[in-house]
């Protein structure tokens, strides 16, 4: 009685009538629930780890063996060259990580686009200025290395590359955040294997046709520019044409002084973990 009421009333002022009331979803079965979000989640992350890990232990004996010791060893000081100064980064991709939630919970994409457009821009000013010191400061870390002469040319050529894969590294970061504000992590897992088996393809070519140190840190330029490639379109999907643009500066100097403290905090992890490794 009470509903024909209601709608007898709507039915006087020319509104449609209310919509019928379907059936309630289960607790915890809906497609966006907490708990299928969890499990989706726990089950991608967990399929990544074991097969890269698996991945990893078949390939590593065969890349020393037809690297060679030297290049071997110039191959992982790169890397961790590489993860240590990923970690002076300006703390945008902590930044990210709680401000892109914060517009995804409001599904405001156009704030999305703006942040997204003034943390690439940041990136891409700090990548570039990282890439010229980079180029320059690369032949005096060469010359201060023990290696064999006609390992140098090709580790110049290496170790010349670590801004490119930095600043790409990075990019990657942010806007894998959107994603993940989104909790599709699904989308950045299969992302990162489609990338991995570029790297494992990569440098199994490397090593068979003796490409040295120059083929694997082609192999690493690839499988860097294709991480951001793969999960662009991903990410469009939760941006907007009217966002495109910087943020405010008020907004942006309560990002970078965000952003600076997440520094602080990354210096401490830089000091207390990665220093030992590098030395």
Known sequence: ATAAAVEGTLAEAGLPPPPAPGPRPAAGGGKGSPLRVIARGFTWVTASQILTAGGNLLLTPFVIHGLGIQRYGLFVLAGTITSFLASLNGGLGSTAARYFPIY?????????????????????????????????????????????????????????????????????????????????????????????????????????????????????????????VIILPTAMRYLSRAGVGLLPWRESRQLFAFSSKMQVVGLSNLINVQLDTVI
Request: glycine residues 8%.
């Open 104 to 228: 995804a919970g409001a599904d405001d994409r156009v704030g999305t686009t703006r942040l997204l457009c003034t943390l690439l821009v940041v990136v891409v000013f700090f990548g570039s200025v990282a890439g010229v010191v980079d180029w320059f400061i690369t032949p005096v870390i060469v010359r201060s290395l023990s290696m064999s002469p006609a390992l140098r040319p090709e580790s110049l050529f290496f170790f010349r590359t670590l801004g490119v894969l930095i600043t790409f590294g990075l990019a990657h970061q942010v806007v894998a955040a959107v994603i993940v504000a989104r909790q599709r992590f699904d989308r950045t897992i299969q992302a990162g294997l489609v990338c991995y088996a570029i790297w494992v393809v990569g440098l199994v070519w490397a090593v068979h046709y003796h490409k040295g140190l120059k083929g694997v840190a082609i192999v690493f330029m690839v499988q860097q520019v294709a991480t951001v």
